[in-house]
């Protein structure tokens, strides 16, 4: 079992940055792939950003060019990078990892077995 604790939400304006963070703990030798899910109120959740074993980063099309995803392996560590941000991006952001090793499906949520309590973002205009 992995456990994953985010961190590095807020609120900030439209144009701003923000970095959060999602540390894995417990059986992380399982994990092949790690990504970043967002929910907004009354939508379902999706894929933002996801990463796979050997680094190879895939990204939502409304969030390219704007998010940076990136891994410590050391620290077990996940991190997204998010500039440009905007009011559409908006939600409870969780980071979730699994066993997958189809790097073309890392944005679908049926690809993990484990995830985080969330952490919220705000983007206002």
């Known amino acids: 079992q992995v456990q994953l604790v985010e961190s590095g939400g807020g609120s900030v304006q439209a144009g701003g940055s923000l970095r959060l963070s999602c540390a894995a703990s417990?059986?992380?030798?399982?994990?092949?792939?790690m990504g970043w899910f967002r929910q907004a109120p009354g939508k379902e959740r999706e894929g933002v950003a996801a990463i796979d074993r050997d680094g190879d980063p895939i990204y939502a099309d409304s969030v390219k060019g704007r998010f940076t995803i990136s891994k410590d392996n050391a620290e077990n560590t996940l991190y997204p990078q998010m500039n440009s941000l905007k009011p559409e991006d908006t939600g409870m952001y969780y980071c979730a990892a699994g066993p997958s090793t189809n790097w073309w499906l890392l944005l679908r949520t049926n690809q993990y077995n484990s995830w985080g309590q969330g952490t919220q973002v705000t983007v206002s205009s």
């Open positions: 417990g059986a992380t030798s399982s994990m092949n792939c």
